[in-house]
């Protein structure tokens, strides 16, 4: 499957067939590629293979319900999340926010409703998020620079630091959000590895032999116990 990058993707999971025909056909009339899934353990193997801008899921499903799923996303991936569900009282409306998602519609809902409120949050997480060309395109760390659009690493006397194409993506992936620690398993996704602590220390290890003035001290990426890697930038403004 290929997914078209200039349009919102979706991902719709819920064990009801006719509402996954129902959200698949109206939100692809609308503009938006749509992939669903029956339940939450499909779920998780679509997110390991494609990211998405925005989750609708249904909160009633069996086996692993959409809160639980909810959560599960929440840590895992940066991605809004939409629940649906039969119920619609206020408890209910509280948990599913609780879980981590952004907003909560009651079935039945009126289609042209669930479009606008995807919108909202789209337009919400789309503010919240630095476009790339308004980002620094070159990065100070501790004595080497980082291009991020060209994504090539100098040392302090300006020489090209040469890395694997894992260990590109990986720095890559890092000066997203430099500054702020980033979840080994975002770091997995963006790898396309197997997403356990190990793999990825693997990696971070790997890179850091490569860019580190002192491997015993690292200072360019920096270990945050239970929040992941991040990537220290000097800010000279």
Same mark, same amino acid.
């Given at each position: ?31 938006? !590629? ?23 899921? @249904? ?14 996303? /929440? ?5 809004? !999340? ?9 408890? @209910? ?9 952004? @907003? ?12 606008? %409120?995807?919108?909202? !949050? ?16 070159? &990065? ?10 060209? %994504? ?18 990986? &720095? ?11 979840? %080994?398993?975002?770091?997995? /996704? ?7 602590? /190990? ?6 290890? %790997? ?7 002192? !491997? ?22």
């Amino acid at each position: 499957m290929v997914l078209k990058a200039d349009l919102p993707h979706i991902l719709a999971v819920d064990d009801d067939d006719r509402i996954r025909r129902l959200l698949a056909q109206y939100l692809t009339k609308n503009g938006y !590629i749509v992939v669903t899934a029956e339940d939450a353990a499909k779920a998780k193997e679509i997110l390991k293979s494609f990211a998405f801008d925005i989750c609708i899921l @249904d909160v009633m499903m069996p086996g692993e319900n959409g809160l639980d799923l909810s959560d599960y996303i /929440r840590k895992s991936y940066d991605i809004p !999340i939409l629940l649906l569900t039969a119920m619609g009282e206020t408890e @209910d409306r509280i948990k599913g926010l609780e879980s981590g998602a952004d @907003d909560y519609l009651s079935k039945p809902f009126e289609p042209k409703e669930l479009l606008l %409120r995807l919108q909202a !949050i789209l337009r919400r997480s789309q503010k919240n998020t630095i476009p790339q060309d308004q980002k620094k395109k070159i &990065l100070k760390l501790n004595q080497r620079e980082y291009n991020i659009s060209s %994504r090539i690493i100098k040392d302090n006397e300006g020489h090209v630091i040469n890395l694997t194409e894992g260990e590109a993506t990986l &720095l890559y992936a890092l000066s997203q959000k430099p500054n702020i620690p980033i979840r %080994r398993e975002m770091l997995a /996704r963006e790898l396309g590895i197997d997403s356990n602590d /190990r793999a990825v220390d693997v990696q971070i290890t %790997r890179l850091r032999k490569k860019i580190e003035p002192d !491997i015993s001290i690292p200072s360019v990426i920096q270990t945050q116990r239970g929040k992941g890697y991040v990537l220290r930038v000097i800010d000279d403004d």
